[in-house]
């Protein structure tokens, strides 16, 4: 009997020892709550500045990087069992994960729900995030297949579960219908399709800075690489997928011998020519990714889209460091190709030429990426039109992101251009040298179906027309010579802040210097808003279809229309 007795106070002890050893949730940007709290909390603590809101954004993933820079730990940003076992010593263990900094055999943890940033997510979407979005549906009960394609299944599932959870009903999915998705996968489902649902505003993603950039998960494991240029005189196996690669996009017919050499040269020069790259006959990262992308070569190249999120000019590097060469310049919300992650920094491709940006610069979006784009050719069929006029132009008008330009020079309409007026849209108005910002509104409406009763042609930026619908609000008061401006009526002008933009809005600018019978310089279409800022795609930015950002505030906004989609 005391034998036994010892035994069972010994497995007590055992047991008490092993409930002891603490175990911590893994963080990585773009994570949420509470844990995220109690981490930001301890990083106070030892003399970091920060706010705990909850928010694993910039300025926390950089204290994690300092401190774990000062313990001697590997510094990867991310809050792994080693980094929060070193932070929490003396101070309590925070919720448990079995997760460590470093790869180790573990047992397999249940799946949970993502805390990445996927954005807003609209009918007609397609991609990761899609099917983040239909997984979580499938937990909480919605028969569904996690395909990818955000299709009329996965908006009625959306809209269920948003009456169901009591929030506004439209099927698309914004930071609300995320928090409640991933907060909760056990509750049963509600599968009957809602009726006379009422608009939503639950289309605004969280905060769209730079301090809510999520990391990429590591590129897939694929035989062709875009880590390094391939030049004449280079042997290897990588040339050789790079010369199969080419003969399966129909440049030419090249022996899979791993020499680059004159022939390879010719054929890489004549693919760049094709697709507006810089014809130097050397396969840097963005020919290579083109290339396979073309081919349809499995690579390493993530493909995803990023935007330049900091609200200022960003900087390309020549390599992953603050120090290396500038390589080009990325306008503050421009969109990039984001290539390859490595070490905290992004490699990406920009208007063709390609180097590396800081992650925490950069903010995902989930549309297609410019160079898929490019290699689609601009394709606008590659959307699938779902019937939602809004989400139908959006998805249209995202198809030509990187579309380039012709000049006078080079007067192509393909989107292979140097950068410049010409272009496709205006082709499709007899107007092929005209600088395209409306033609590309107006012709992507009608790719998107949209009757020119609700998006008008328009060669020039016309604020008249959504004026005389009652759909125009006109900021400030016009001057005796802004001839365009005298004609909107009086009840359109409205003060700055009493209007917020919704995604599908057009927005109207004035540049700075303009002449003085300028009313509008220029339009794009919104397609997301936050607290600060408002995002917009536009044609003919510096000669491309591209994204910017602009601050709610900014004096070079004039004004916005609400077509009556």
């Known amino acids: 009997m005391k034998r036994m007795i010892v035994i069972a106070l010994f497995a007590v002890m055992l047991l008490g020892c092993v409930s002891g050893v603490a175990e911590y949730q893994t963080l990585r940007p773009g994570a949420r709550g509470e844990a995220v709290v109690q981490l930001q909390q301890a990083l106070t603590a030892q003399g970091y500045a920060l706010t705990a809101d909850g928010v694993y954004g910039r300025a926390t993933r950089a204290a ?23 932070l929490y010593a003396g101070q309590g263990t925070p919720a448990a994960s079995t997760t460590p900094d470093a790869p180790a055999a573990q047992p397999a943890a249940p799946a949970q729900p993502a805390t990445t940033n996927y954005g807003t997510v609209r009918p007609g979407a397609r991609g990761q995030a899609v099917t983040a979005l239909q997984q979580a549906l499938i937990r909480h009960g919605y028969k569904l297949t996690a395909d990818g394609i955000y299709g009329r299944a996965t908006r009625q599932a959306v809209r269920a579960f948003q009456q169901k959870h009591k929030l506004k009903v439209d099927g698309i999915v914004g930071s609300q219908t995320w928090a ?48 390094r240029t391939l030049s004449r005189g280079s042997k290897s196996k990588q040339v050789r997928l790079l010369q199969a690669a080419l003969g399966k996009a129909g440049v ?6 791993g020499d680059y050499g004159r022939k390879t040269v010719g054929a890489v020069r ?104 490019l290699s689609r050719a601009y394709g606008e069929g590659a959307y699938a039109l779902t019937g939602d006029k809004k989400a139908d132009l959006l998805g249209v008008a995202f198809t030509q992101l990187g579309f380039a330009g012709g000049s006078s020079s080079v007067q192509v309409l393909s989107g292979t251009g140097p950068g410049g007026p010409y272009s496709k ?15 590309f509104v107006s012709w992507s409406a009608r790719k998107a179906g949209i009757d020119a009763s609700i998006i008008n042609d328009a060669r020039d930026v016309d604020g008249l027309f959504y004026d005389a619908q009652h759909a125009f609000v006109y900021f400030g008061t016009p001057t005796p010579t802004q001839v365009q401006a005298q004609k909107l009526s009086a009840a359109c002008r409205v003060d700055r802040a009493s209007y917020t933009p919704e995604a599908g809005d057009l927005i109207y600018l004035r540049w700075d210097g303009a002449r003085a019978t300028t009313t509008f310089s220029h339009i794009g279409i919104v397609y997301d808003v936050d607290a600060n800022y408002v995002y917009t795609l536009e044609g003919a930015a510096a000669g491309h279809v591209d994204t910017r950002m602009y601050k709610l505030t900014d004096s070079d906004i004039v004004g916005y229309a609400k077509p009556k989609y």
């Open 64 to 86: 994690v990087l300092n401190y774990q820079r000062a313990q001697g730990l590997r510094r990867d940003g991310i809050a792994g069992r080693q980094t929060q076992a070193r």
């Open 180 to 227: 409640l998705l991933l907060a909760d996968s056990t509750a049963p489902a509600d599968t009957a399709p809602p009726q006379d649902a009422a608009p939503s505003t639950d289309t605004t993603p969280p905060a769209a800075s730079a301090d809510t950039a999520p990391l990429l998960p590591a590129a897939p494991g694929a035989e062709a690489s875009v880590a």
């Open 252 to 257: 030419a017919a090249l022996a899979t011998d």
């Open 270 to 373: 004549a693919f760049q020519g094709q697709y507006g790259l810089m014809q130097t006959g050397s396969a840097d990262p963005t020919t290579l990714a083109l290339v396979y992308a073309k081919s349809g070569t499995p690579s390493d190249a993530l493909l995803a889209t990023g935007i330049n999120a900091t609200a200022r000019t960003a900087t390309i590097r020549s390599g992953a460091s603050s120090a290396a060469s500038a390589v080009q310049n990325v306008p503050a919300g421009a969109a990039v190709t984001i290539l390859r992650s490595q070490n905290g920094w992004y490699h990406v491709s920009y208007k063709q030429r390609s180097g590396y940006l800081p992650a925490d610069s950069v903010r995902i979006i989930d549309r297609p990426a410019p160079l898929i784009n």
């Open 425 to 439: 849209y205006g082709a499709a108005y007899n107007d092929p040298g005209e600088s395209y910002c409306s033609y």
